[in-house]
């Protein structure tokens, strides 16, 4: 595949992510149907394929993981057992 198709299916993934996002995961007002001015936490489970798509990453996983045990990963991103929290 070539870089820009690459990317291209990148941002497709990321919109479709962000849109499941939205209409699923994040609670909603019922009044207003708005994203809730009362959220305050809202915790995203992923795998690592999922991980990589939805925040664009481009690195092997072993060193990833390396990197969030050592305190130098992104802060908002947690790894138990196979999965990542963000």
């Given amino acids: 595949m070539s870089p820009g198709r690459k990317q291209s299916s990148n941002r497709q993934i990321k919109t479709i992510l962000m849109q499941y996002q939205d209409q699923h995961i994040i609670p909603h007002c019922q009044k207003c149907q708005r ?7 809202v915790v995203l489970e ?7 798509t ?3 990453l481009d690195e092997i996983q072993k060193n990833f993981d390396r990197s969030l045990r ?8 947690r790894k138990q057992d196979d999965l990542y929290y963000a």
């Fill in 35 to 41: 994203p809730c001015c009362m959220l305050t936490d």
């Fill in 54 to 56: 939805f925040y664009g």
């Fill in 46 to 52: 992923f795998d690592w394929q999922e991980l990589c």
């Fill in 70 to 77: 050592n305190g130098k990963g992104p802060i908002y991103i």
